[in-house]
């Protein structure tokens, strides 16, 4: 039954990324197009790419979807720009003109360079350090980034979405119908598979809130980064270091006598392997998480580094036997990427259940 | 490391840990809280019917196995009852040709009783008559032979005679 269920989820998902996929290429040959006519070389084509997976992978300060190189134009829309420099600065992203000019705010300038917003004079001078790092001062930058635009929007996507479940509930008297009837088995799924093995009878209850919301933030966020509008999320280290961060908030906040006893003193090894043991659990504590967090951008990150080189790579070819060959590469790609957006999904609410267990848990033995 | 920490923004943090915390505390409040309780209240409810159904079934069977009991009991006490009764027509045939015989030999001798005494009556009373009948006669001769004194002389004579006798 699960299996079917995941099966019917994946074709859903693939359809629907088929199709937006293509859309994606569609646009993505107009403008490459537009390039080869006027730059040939493919070197340069190969540096343009590299470049676009490089923007893409990075938050923007605009929500563009996409962008006529040719002409300059980029179409989408503006996002607010929030700093904290000497006092609270808002002003609209369209005034870095997508980093080309520089933004006057009460006297203040800032410039947008390779995604960060650096303070600097009125010509936009940036400085260089040693290695070739920009030295001049960053503002604490609080924007609403695409990312955070993005954010807003999925949660009340899945506010919408997850309350009408519930309402569906009430209307048919506790029986599932509709999202309810479909979402259901996840549910259930993170219930009976995840929470109750990893935590136990006991103490599961009051971690469902959290490992479903988080199953389901991840698992439609990897969803959302593999359809064309160019939205990465997940593969944002600031995003998975703040999941990670609940995580291991959680985890030390739940943890029981038996669970720092583990930890500063290992019951039931000799006294010298106690005091070596608790520097090294005590390293182990940090590092569950850290693994959380690295896993689940690599994974993202990396994932969608492949699939734009793939795409990117039918443009290079640019002849029938090479680029088709990519198209399938990537097709074939896009198929385990709705896997692994299911997958990562899985192991990080997998293994936050798990270290919730390991917290709460009751020795009676040893 | 270095990709990483340079790739890491703050403001991208804040937002995401106080949208992702708000998330979750709606998503709690609407959502989870009804949704996992709607999911209980049922499995909780299927759990007590199938329970329930199969305290039925139970009762069911203790029902069938109590009837059965009951069958089979009145099946012997009906056995019992005809086997009684049977004795007791035959006990009781056996009285009344007792008591009928009784009643006979009874009515048989009271009978014969009875015709004794009448025989007997009948003979007194045929003794009687026929005593008074010889009066009669005799009466009728000694009045006839008496008609003369001496003759009733001699008759008192004779009798007298006779109680002397006797």
């Known amino acids: 039954m699960r299996i079917k269920l995941f099966y019917i989820l994946t074709l859903v998902f693939f359809g629907f990324n088929m199709f937006a996929q293509e859309h994606g290429e569609h646009q993505k040959e107009h403008m490459n197009i537009y390039e080869e006519e006027h730059t040939p070389e493919a070197l340069k084509l190969k540096d343009k790419i590299k470049e676009d997976i490089q923007h893409h992978l990075k938050d923007s300060h605009d929500f563009v979807l996409f962008s006529d190189t040719q002409k300059g134009k980029h179409y989408g829309i503006p996002l607010p720009v929030i700093l904290w420099d000497n006092g609270l600065k808002i002003f609209s992203s369209s005034r870095f003109h997508h980093g080309e000019e520089v933004a006057e705010v009460n006297g203040s300038f800032y410039k947008l360079y390779h995604g960060k917003i650096y303070k600097t004079d009125a010509k936009g001078t940036i400085n260089y350090d040693d290695h070739h790092h920009p030295a001049n001062a960053k503002p604490l930058d609080f924007s609403i980034t695409k990312s955070v635009f993005s954010i807003i929007l999925m949660a009340l996507f899945m506010l919408w979405f997850f309350s009408s479940m519930a309402k569906s509930y009430k209307k048919h008297d506790g029986v599932p119908k509709g999202i309810a009837a479909f979402m259901e088995p996840i549910v259930l799924f993170i219930r009976d598979d995840i929470a109750i093995p990893n935590i136990g009878e006991k103490h599961y209850a009051k971690y469902m809130n959290y490992l479903l919301t988080i199953f389901f933030f991840i698992w439609f966020f990897n969803m959302l980064g593999l359809f064309p509008l160019g939205i990465n999320v997940t593969g944002n280290i600031a995003i998975t270091f703040a999941l990670a961060l609940l995580t291991f908030i959680i985890t030390q906040f739940s943890g029981n006598k038996n669970y720092w006893k583990h930890i500063f003193w290992m019951p039931g090894v000799p006294w010298p392997m106690k005091i070596i043991l608790a520097p090294i659990e005590l390293l182990g504590v940090f590092i569950k998480p850290f693994a959380l967090l690295i896993r689940l951008y690599a994974n993202i990150s990396a994932g969608h580094i492949v699939l734009m080189s793939l795409i990117g790579l039918m443009f290079v070819f640019n002849n029938w036997l090479g680029s088709s060959l990519s198209f399938f590469l990537a097709f074939a790609i896009s198929m385990i990427e709705i896997l692994v957006a299911l997958l990562q999904a899985y192991i990080f609410t997998m293994l936050s259940a798990l270290y919730f267990g390991f917290a709460v848990e009751e020795h009676d033995d040893h | ?166």
């Open chain 2, 1 to 166: 490391m270095e990709k990483l920490i340079n790739d890491f923004s703050f403001g991208l943090f804040f937002w995401q840990t106080l949208l992702f915390l708000l998330l979750l505390f709606l998503l709690k409040k609407y959502a989870w809280k009804p949704i996992l309780n709607a999911i209980k209240d049922r499995e909780d409810g299927i759990k007590n019917a199938l329970e329930s159904a199969k305290e039925a079934r139970k009762e069911m069977q203790n029902l069938t196995a109590d009837n059965e009991r009951i069958l089979k009991e009145a099946r012997t006490q009906r056995e019992e009852i005809l086997k009684e009764a049977r004795s007791m027509k035959a006990n009781m045939i056996e009285e009344t040709k007792e008591e009928v015989k009784m009643i006979r030999e009874d009515l048989m001798a009271k009978t014969k009783e009875e015709i004794a005494n009448e025989k007997q009556a009948a003979i007194a009373d045929l003794k009687n008559q026929v005593a008074d009948l010889s009066i009669d006669i005799a009466e009728k001769i000694v009045k006839g032979q008496l008609d003369a004194k001496d003759k009733q002389v001699k008759l008192i004579e004779s009798m007298l005679k006779d109680v002397k006798l006797n």
